[in-house]
């Protein structure tokens, strides 16, 4: 199994370009996450769903739009990159019981992404 | 907003040595998990812990959970240089729909 992947590893943008970070999970997880991590913030979620087809804020959304059309792949959509978007970003997932996220959550190796 | 807060935000010590890393939080959880992150990768599971469980251990790794106190702690026995990472707390509240929240880590370091 390749648990989470995540493509692409790194990326350089300039202010306004648009791109797709994508995640794929092999575990047939019903939930998944969307992180960034900043130096000295620790892990914030942006988004995350609990099922394909659904999608929902966490909490700091503003500026990323996500889809989950297929339960395996969740993507994360910068429409128009800011400064303020360089991070590092983390996908996960985790099987969780019933409506509540109690469970391990299984990593991703993490996108690069600097914008200019 | 930061649930869990982890203490000391730093901690260097020889290899052979234990590492105790602290984790308080604010409010009432389902479950505290700790996670590792080495240099440039993502996080990796270490050990989840129930609000209704006081002490699980997992090889060298050790977790205990005080709820009257809202605090955990990991401890590393007998470190390796292998060890050096960063280790977060996550919290899950109380209540449906509550999402794990992360500390800000511990950056452990061990000295050969």
């Known amino acids: 199994n390749a648990g989470v992947t995540q493509t692409p590893k790194f990326r350089v943008l300039k202010t306004g370009q648009s791109m797709t970070l994508l995640c794929a999970q092999d575990?047939?997880?019903?939930?998944m996450y969307w992180y960034r991590q900043d130096p000295g913030m620790g892990l914030r979620l942006i988004h995350y769903?609990?099922?394909?087809?659904?999608?929902a804020k966490g909490e700091v959304p503003d500026g990323y739009n996500v889809s989950r059309l297929k339960k395996q792949n969740f993507l994360l959509g910068l429409e128009s990159a800011a400064p303020s978007q360089t991070s590092v970003y983390f996908c996960?997932?985790?099987?969780?019981?019933?409506?509540?996220?109690?469970?391990?959550?299984?990593f991703g190796p993490g996108t690069r992404l600097t914008v200019l | 907003s930061q649930q869990g807060e982890e203490d000391p935000q730093a901690l260097s010590i020889q290899e052979g040595e234990n590492a105790t890393m602290n984790c308080s939080y604010k409010?009432?959880?389902?479950?505290l998990q700790w996670y590792r992150q080495n240099s440039g990768r993502g996080l990796v599971h270490l050990i989840l812990?129930?609000?209704?469980?006081r002490e699980k251990h997992s090889g060298r790794l050790r977790v205990t959970l005080d709820t009257s106190k809202k605090s955990s702690s990991l401890l590393i026995t007998a470190s390796r240089a292998a060890d050096t990472a960063s280790y977060f707390c996550?919290?899950?509240?109380?209540?449906?729909?509550?999402?794990?929240?992360f500390g800000k880590g511990i950056t452990l370091s061990v000295r050969p």
């Open positions: 769903s609990v099922g394909e087809g659904t999608t």
């Open positions: 409010t009432s959880i389902n479950n």
């Open positions: 996550a919290t899950v509240l109380t209540g449906a729909n509550s999402k794990l929240t």
């Open positions: 575990m047939n997880h019903e939930y």
């Open positions: 996960a997932s985790s099987y969780s019981i019933g409506t509540a996220m109690e469970d391990t959550q299984y």
């Open positions: 812990i129930r609000s209704n469980e």
